[in-house]
């Protein structure tokens, strides 16, 4: 291709070559001016878009720009000099995000801060880790509002340089840049209205600027931003001023030098009363409200920082720790499993060095464990280890205040509102399914009346065509044979003409009496007027394709669902049922029993029963564990060792039992070959029909006198042959006749329930001795029963479980089982 294109570019390149010499005399104004125009590009692009800020005598603030405590996460560990952050890296808080938040934010001009990286620590990779998504040493600058968290994430109030290059604002994300880690960097707020670049943040790296301005959200815009920054496995050092560490190519003041009119400061936090600081230990019960309770708490408090593994959790997702479940899946709220696939993380380290550390930071505290603030052992060993701190338990159990039913509602009326939006928008959408599949269907009817027109149209037309093609050959026909003959034309034409003229008279009216027959039949029948008038309007039906066009409807989906309120009943709802429940129902079922409410002498300074007084509150739990004794099990209740005994002892028994069975069985067998047992029942005769059994009985009435006198006969002969025996030959007789004696029992009217003995209810017969084995199962399910009702009892020893829920008897037989 380039061969073949070279012939082309050597011919257009003639003509200009051949211009070039002829104007070669002449100077070329263009050629000169070229460099110079260069040269202003080249300078507009280095043109820095930020001009010097001038000199202003306003006041300026008087506070050093810091970070404080309750104002950094609680791994952040501040140095002595400057404002020098480290991060604890042992265990799981290698993955974690380390956050700060200046304590002077911005909300008018034009200001900058820097940062700059002063060690990397090296921190050990498990090989175990299948979680490789996370960066080791990250760095994020920017700003942030008051109300967002402290670490820089896809917070809607946040914005930030991360070191990867990129600019964050909420959920997007733009590359910028290269990496930074190995920089001065520095970001610079725009809040000036006079400047081109009003409302916008940008990066410098050493001085130079490595990216246009961005736009602030419109989330962030009229708020006041305080500098923030998170990082990962390394030591920063922040620079609020007064000079910057690195020349910018403009002058501009930092954040240390804020104009008092420009900039907010945040106090430093009082010094506790009494000098100790507070650990809050919540007291509530599950899914009666205690996270939401300290979500009001926190909002309105938020120099207190959480201690729990929902706080864990969300930090975490907030680091942008790939969770292969992701962070809806949990199991409860209380303890969720972490579940990150990284050992340092799903072994609870962070946990251990928080419980550590804490105590030891200048901060209050919330330690919110559902469970174990709500059982003794666990209190007692927790408030051990605040031993510098006021330790206050807050109990949340009884009415809520109105602040915590309001925010029920609140809750209660958006997942209604949710519920009902999904409805409306799953019922629009099906209508608009049916919608289009109609107008499909009248479409494909439309198209195909417009094809059957369409060919009747053309049938006419090429019937029409042909009845001309042939009427012009007749009439030439004609005239060539008239004109052979010698006779007019016109008048053989006419004649013909004539003929055929009646002819299609006589066709019409045959074709007109048909019809009216056929419609005074079709008149006739049922059903004739709607018919008659499906014809008529077929008939009216306009040949216009347009006017069967239908109007386009508008779509149902732009409409706004309808909004819903709470009724009468739902406003008595004191708490909102959640998609995932504070507690496990494994934990609630092995621990609530052990439920109770803290007191001083536990080591608490202050117990403050919030919602209700002490005594309604210790009532409202009696009952509230109560109710759950009912219905719930008792997931670790093991089986005792009278059960084993005596559950050894039916099986002996019934082992016996089986053999007794056998026994008589094998007795009864060899008696019955000789003659039928008076104790055992013999299958009835087959029945005849009645004809039969009255012959029957007539002939044996009969033969009876008969049968009596040959039988007296045959007694006396045999009496006369047989010798007299001895008295040894009759003691066996007179032992089988005892046998006979002993096995004439009546077993149809023996009274079950009355017997002593059932292995023996008279004449040694065993009361089971016709049982087969749906039988035997019955006895045995019904005696498995009995012993598990009385073992239940004995092995739970509580007096409010006296026995099992129909509901939960499947898991206590597979227990005992």
């Given at each position: 291709?380039?061969?073949?294109?070279?012939?082309?570019?050597?011919?257009?390149?003639?003509?200009?070559?051949?211009?070039?010499?002829?104007?070669?005399?002449?100077?070329?104004?263009?050629?000169?001016?070229?460099?110079?125009?260069?040269?202003?590009?080249?300078?507009?692009?280095?043109?820095?878009?930020?001009?010097?800020?001038?000199?202003?005598?306003?006041?300026?603030?008087?506070?050093?720009?810091?970070?404080?405590?309750?104002?950094?996460?609680?791994?952040?560990?501040?140095?002595?000099?400057?404002?020098?952050?480290?991060?604890?890296?042992?265990?799981?808080?290698?993955?974690?995000?380390?956050?700060?938040?200046?304590?002077?934010?911005?909300?008018?001009?034009?200001?900058?801060?820097?940062?700059?990286?002063?060690?990397?620590?090296?921190?050990?990779?498990?090989?175990?880790?299948?979680?490789?998504?996370?960066?080791?040493?990250?760095?994020?600058?920017?700003?942030?509002?008051?109300?967002?968290?402290?670490?820089?994430?896809?917070?809607?109030?946040?914005?930030?340089?991360?070191?990867?290059?990129?600019?964050?604002?909420?959920?997007?994300?733009?590359?910028?840049?290269?990496?930074?880690?190995?920089?001065?960097?520095?970001?610079?707020?725009?809040?000036?209205?006079?400047?081109?670049?009003?409302?916008?943040?940008?990066?410098?790296?050493?001085?130079?600027?490595?990216?246009?301005?961005?736009?602030?959200?419109?989330?962030?815009?009229?708020?006041?931003?305080?500098?923030?920054?998170?990082?990962?496995?390394?030591?920063?050092?922040?620079?609020?001023?007064?000079?910057?560490?690195?020349?910018?190519?403009?002058?501009?003041?930092?954040v240390q030098e804020a104009l008092v009119n420009d900039a907010e400061v945040t106090p430093k936090p009082p010094a506790p009363k009494g000098?100790?600081?507070?650990?809050?230990?919540?007291?509530?019960?599950?899914?009666?409200?205690?996270?939401?309770?300290?979500?009001?708490?926190?909002?309105?408090?938020?120099?207190?920082?959480?201690?729990?593994?929902?706080?864990?959790?969300?930090?975490?997702?907030?680091?942008?720790?790939?969770?292969?479940?992701?962070?809806?899946?949990?199991?409860?709220?209380?303890?969720?499993?972490?579940?990150?696939?990284?050992?340092?993380?799903?072994?609870?380290?962070?946990?251990?060095?928080?419980?550590?550390?804490?105590?030891?930071?200048?901060?209050?505290?919330?330690?919110?464990?559902?469970?174990?603030?709500?059982?003794?052992?666990?209190?007692?060993?927790?408030?051990?280890?605040?031993?510098?701190?006021?330790?206050?338990?807050?109990?949340?159990?009884?009415?809520?205040?109105?602040?915590?039913?309001?925010?029920?509602?609140?809750?209660?009326?958006?997942?209604?509102?949710?519920?009902?939006?999904?409805?409306?928008?799953?019922?629009?959408?099906?209508?608009?399914?049916?919608?289009?599949?109609?107008?499909?269907?009248?479409?494909?009817?439309?198209?195909?009346?417009?094809?059957?027109?369409?060919?009747?149209?053309?049938?006419?037309?090429?019937?029409?065509?042909?009845?001309?093609?042939?009427?012009?050959?007749?009439?030439?026909?004609?005239?060539?044979?008239?004109?052979?003959?010698g006779e007019p034309a016109a008048g053989a034409t006419e004649a013909k003409a004539g003929d055929e003229a009646k002819e299609e008279e006589?066709?019409?009216?045959?074709?007109?009496?048909?019809?009216?027959?056929?419609?005074?039949?079709?008149?006739?029948?049922?059903?004739?007027?709607?018919?008659?008038?499906?014809?008529?309007?077929?008939?009216?039906?306009?040949?216009?394709?347009?006017?069967?066009?239908?109007?386009?409807?508008?779509?149902?989906?732009?409409?706004?669902?309808?909004?819903?309120?709470?009724?009468?009943?739902?406003?008595?709802?004191?708490?909102?049922?959640?998609?995932?429940?504070?507690?496990?129902?494994?934990?609630?079922?092995?621990?609530?029993?052990?439920?109770?409410?803290?007191?001083?002498?536990?080591?608490?300074?202050?117990?403050?029963?919030?919602?209700?007084?002490?005594?309604?509150?210790?009532?409202?739990?009696?009952?509230?564990?109560?109710?759950?004794?009912?219905?719930?099990?008792?997931?670790?209740?093991?089986?005792?060792?009278?059960?084993?005994?005596?559950?050894?002892?039916?099986?002996?028994?019934?082992?016996?039992?089986?053999?007794?069975?056998?026994?008589?069985?094998?007795?009864?067998?060899?008696?019955?070959?000789?003659?039928?047992?008076?104790?055992?029942?013999?299958?009835?005769?087959?029945?005849?029909?009645?004809?039969?059994?009255?012959?029957?009985?007539?002939?044996?009435?009969?033969?009876?006198?008969?049968?009596?006198?040959?039988?007296?006969?045959?007694?006396?002969?045999?009496?006369?042959?047989?010798?007299?025996?001895?008295?040894?030959?009759?003691?066996?007789?007179?032992?089988?006749?005892?046998?006979?004696?002993?096995?004439?029992?009546?077993?149809?009217?023996?009274?079950?329930?009355?017997?002593?003995?059932?292995?023996?209810?008279?004449?040694?017969?065993?009361?089971?001795?016709?049982?087969?084995?749906?039988?035997?199962?019955?006895?045995?399910?019904?005696?498995?029963?009995?012993?598990?009702?009385?073992?239940?009892?004995?092995?739970?020893?509580?007096?409010?479980?006296?026995?099992?829920?129909?509901?939960?008897?499947?898991?206590?037989?597979?227990?005992?089982?």
């Open positions: 291709l380039k061969a073949a294109s070279r012939p082309k570019r050597l011919a257009m390149s003639e003509p200009a070559a051949k211009k070039a010499k002829t104007d070669e005399e002449k100077p070329d104004e263009t050629e000169a001016a070229a460099p110079a125009v260069a040269a202003v590009v080249k300078e507009e692009e280095k043109k820095e878009l930020e001009e010097d800020e001038p000199v202003s005598k306003k006041p300026k603030i008087q506070d050093a720009v810091v970070f404080h405590v309750t104002d950094t996460t609680p791994n952040v560990l501040p140095a002595t000099a400057g404002n020098l952050l480290t991060a604890l890296s042992e265990g799981g808080f290698q993955y974690l995000l380390a956050g700060a938040r200046a304590s002077v934010g911005l909300k008018s001009g034009r200001y900058i801060f820097e940062a700059k990286i002063v060690e990397f620590p090296s921190t050990m990779e498990d090989p175990r880790n299948a979680n490789t998504r996370i960066q080791k040493q990250l760095l994020r600058i920017g700003f942030s509002t008051a109300q967002g968290p402290l670490v820089l994430c896809n917070d809607e109030g946040q914005l930030y340089f991360d070191s990867d290059g990129s600019f964050r604002s909420g959920k997007t994300r733009v590359p910028v840049t290269q990496r930074f880690l190995h920089a001065t960097v520095a970001v610079l707020l725009n809040l000036s209205p006079e400047s081109p670049n009003f409302n916008t943040v940008s990066l410098f790296r050493d001085g130079v600027r490595v990216c246009p301005p961005q736009a602030l959200p419109d989330s962030m815009k009229g708020k006041t931003l305080y500098p923030s920054l998170s990082f990962r496995n390394v030591t920063v050092h922040v620079n609020f001023g007064p000079k910057p560490l690195t020349a910018l190519p403009f002058v501009c003041r930092t000098g100790k600081y507070e650990v809050l230990f919540p007291v509530g019960l599950p899914d009666e409200g205690p996270f939401e309770a300290l979500d009001l708490f926190l909002e309105a408090n938020p120099q207190y920082t959480e201690l729990s593994d929902r706080s864990i959790l969300t930090w975490a997702e907030r680091s942008d720790i790939w969770r292969p479940k992701g962070y809806a899946a949990r199991t409860c709220n209380d303890k969720p499993d972490m579940g990150f696939g990284m050992p340092a993380m799903d072994d609870l380290s962070v946990r251990r060095i928080l419980q550590q550390v804490a105590p030891v930071q200048h901060r209050n505290f919330v330690v919110m464990e559902v469970r174990g603030n709500l059982i003794k052992e666990e209190r007692l060993e927790a408030v051990a280890r605040w031993a510098g701190f006021t330790r206050i338990a807050k109990v949340l159990i009884g009415d809520p205040p109105a602040d915590f039913r309001k925010r029920t509602h609140e809750i209660l009326l958006k997942q209604k509102q949710e519920a009902a939006d999904a409805i409306f928008r799953a019922d629009r959408f099906e209508a608009k399914r049916k919608r289009l599949q109609e107008k499909a269907a009248k479409d494909q009817a439309r198209a195909q009346r417009k094809a059957v027109r369409h060919a009747r149209r053309a049938a006419a037309e090429l019937a029409k065509r042909k009845e001309a093609e042939k009427k012009a050959k007749e009439e030439a026909e004609a005239k060539a044979a008239a004109e052979a003959k006589v066709k019409k009216e045959e074709v007109k009496q048909e019809g009216e027959a056929e419609e005074t039949k079709a008149k006739e029948e049922p059903g004739a007027d709607v018919a008659m008038a499906g014809q008529e309007a077929k008939k009216e039906e306009p040949e216009d394709e347009e006017s069967e066009e239908e109007p386009e409807q508008p779509d149902e989906m732009d409409e706004d669902p309808p909004a819903v309120e709470l009724t009468a009943e739902e406003k008595e709802v004191n708490f909102a049922k959640k998609s995932i429940p504070d507690l496990s129902q494994f934990l609630l079922n092995t621990s609530f029993a052990k439920f109770s409410l803290p007191e001083k002498s536990e080591g608490f300074e202050e117990v403050r029963f919030e919602w209700s007084k002490e005594d309604k509150c210790k009532d409202y739990l009696r009952q509230w564990i109560l109710a759950r004794k009912l219905t719930t099990r008792i997931e670790d209740l093991t089986p005792s060792a009278w059960f084993h005994v005596q559950f050894q002892k039916w099986q002996k028994v019934n082992l016996e039992w089986h053999n007794k069975q056998a026994l008589w069985k094998a007795t009864a067998g060899r008696k019955s070959a000789d003659g039928p047992v008076r104790g055992i029942p013999v299958p009835p005769p087959r029945k005849a029909s009645e004809a039969q059994a009255g012959e029957g009985a007539a002939a044996a009435a009969k033969e009876e006198p008969q049968k009596m006198d040959v039988d007296a006969e045959k007694k006396e002969e045999e009496k006369e042959e047989k010798p007299e025996k001895t008295s040894e030959e009759k003691e066996p007789e007179k032992a089988e006749e005892k046998e006979e004696a002993k096995s004439e029992f009546d077993f149809d009217g023996l009274d079950v329930f009355g017997v002593e003995d059932v292995c023996d209810i008279g004449n040694g017969m065993p009361l089971f001795r016709e049982f087969g084995f749906e039988d035997w199962a019955m006895v045995t399910l019904r005696l498995e029963l009995h012993l598990l009702a009385h073992a239940f009892r004995r092995d739970a020893a509580d007096p409010d479980r006296t026995g099992i829920h129909l509901d939960h008897l499947g898991f206590y037989y597979q227990k005992y089982y």
